[in-house]
């Protein structure tokens, strides 16, 4: 079976950082991406970030490039997003999901997950 789970969320205080998780079961990173995807109440859904299988290219909402990182440690089949210089509003729950490509319109959707993980919480708060 293919999972995804999401670790790393917290609380955080503006300008911070934190690191989060997305450890993959099932499937190997160089066969799907991982992308992230962020969600607060009564807000649309927002792709943050995506890195493709094949290449290992990088794709970033606008909101976030220049703060955020997505990677990959193809040894441990662990996906990370590094965020820096946080924000109050970046905080939303953060899902991972595995896609078989993605691109400049990560962004928005729509995306085709092939599954995604319970999220993990993050709060940018003073």
């Known amino acids: 079976q293919v999972h995804v789970v999401e670790s790393g969320g917290g609380l955080v205080q503006p300008g911070g950082s934190l690191r989060l998780s997305c450890a993959a079961s099932g499937f190997t990173l160089d066969y799907y991406g991982i992308g992230w995807l962020r969600q607060t109440p009564g807000k649309e859904r927002e792709g943050v970030a995506c890195?493709?299988?094949?290449?290992?290219?990088?794709y970033y909402t606008e909101s976030v490039k220049g703060r955020f990182t997505i990677s990959r440690d193809m040894a441990k089949n662990t996906a990370y997003l590094q965020m820096n210089s946080l924000k109050p509003g970046d905080t939303a729950v953060y899902y991972c999901?595995?896609?078989?490509?993605?691109?400049?319109?990560?962004?928005?959707?729509?995306?085709?997950?092939?599954?995604w993980g319970q999220g993990t919480l993050v709060t940018v708060s003073s």
């Open positions: 999901a595995a896609v078989a490509v993605c691109g400049s319109s990560w962004s928005s959707p729509p995306w085709y997950l092939e599954v």
């Open positions: 890195i493709n299988p094949s290449d290992g290219s990088t």
